[in-house]
């Protein structure tokens, strides 16, 4: 069997969506998988992936969810990959490492995998790609005492009192599955998008994606968990990297399976896990 590789052109979204709900995944619906090809962002220069075809039959797929982000002053390109799919008669000819090179060759653009089936590590450590996290820090509800902290949960109280930035993220995210919230004291704020999600024997994580001010999020990153989460079995949950201390009074929890990432601009403390397959297909985040 030979096939080609060739950027996505958007008339082949429907073939996709059907190789992956055939092949890849029927637990997901066609509908769900074409979420990855509407995203309310990334408009210009849209990327949506690689395809691998045997004259007009798509076999194989590489997902990309591309953003623009602003990573201090500028604006940064972000790929996230999503569904790595090759049919199985067309691997062992190499198709599977054409597709990942082409796919991380601009040197503009920093790159994330943030789902990866643990049978692919070994591998993704031979393709240029490095490991961006291995643990994240878990906190529970202590009912230790606190003070000058607010949590603000309405979305659209949170528009009006969030700098451009922040704006910016609440408003690519409208409508998606995350939880947004504000926290503020009398000196300074951060936004954090959730991930909510039962996981581990029904414990209930609140999962962030994204914070705003890594500074704020640190100092006080134990004691917005006690104000976030209800009575019960439930952690806040945050990949290491997002604090900037060992974590004080954390659990210390191995992920299943590394993320990885490909960049020459941007520092590890600023890719998160925004704009991503997490949020547009609804997954829980591992």
């Known amino acids: 069997m030979i096939a080609t590789l060739r950027p996505v052109r958007l008339d082949d979204c429907d073939a996709i969506c059907h190789l992956l709900h055939t092949f890849m995944n029927p637990d997901i619906p066609v509908e769900r998988w074409q979420r990855l090809f509407n995203a309310p962002w990334c408009h210009e220069q849209p990327d949506l992936g690689i395809v691998a075809v045997d004259g007009e039959e798509i076999v194989g797929f590489h997902g990309h969810i591309c953003s623009y982000r602003t990573v201090g002053t500028r604006k940064r390109r972000f790929v996230n990959f999503t569904s790595w799919y090759l049919r199985k008669e067309y691997r062992g000819h190499g198709l599977g490492r054409m597709m990942l090179e082409m796919a991380t060759a601009d040197p503009e653009t920093t790159y994330l995998v943030c789902s990866l089936s643990p049978k692919k590590i070994e591998y993704f450590k031979t393709l240029g790609l490095d490991v961006l996290e291995t643990e994240r820090l878990l906190w529970k509800k202590d009912g230790h005492a606190f003070e000058n902290l607010e949590l603000l949960h309405d979305p659209e109280k949170i528009l009006t009192r969030?700098?451009?930035?922040?704006?910016?993220?609440?408003?690519?995210?409208?409508?998606?599955?995350?939880?947004?919230?504000?926290?503020?004291?009398?000196?300074?704020?951060?936004?954090?998008l959730l991930s909510l999600a039962k996981k581990k024997g029904g414990t209930l994580y609140y999962d962030?994606?994204?914070?705003?001010?890594?500074g704020m999020f640190t100092d006080r990153v134990g004691d917005i968990a006690e104000a976030l989460l209800p009575d019960g079995n439930a952690v806040f949950a945050a990949d290491r990297r997002f604090v900037e201390n060992d974590g004080h009074g954390a659990i210390v929890e191995r992920l299943q399976s590394?993320?990885?990432?490909?960049?020459?601009?941007?520092?590890?403390?600023?890719?998160?896990?925004?704009?991503?397959?997490?949020?547009?297909?609804?997954?829980?985040?591992?």
């Open 162 to 192: 969030g700098n451009p930035d922040e704006v910016e993220i609440l408003e690519d995210h409208r409508g998606l599955p995350v939880t947004p919230v504000l926290v503020s004291t009398r000196c300074t704020q951060c936004l954090l």
């Open 208 to 214: 962030v994606l994204y914070r705003s001010n890594p």
């Open 258 to 286: 590394p993320r990885f990432y490909k960049t020459s601009r941007v520092k590890p403390r600023n890719i998160d896990l925004a704009y991503s397959e997490i949020v547009l297909l609804d997954l829980k985040l591992d």
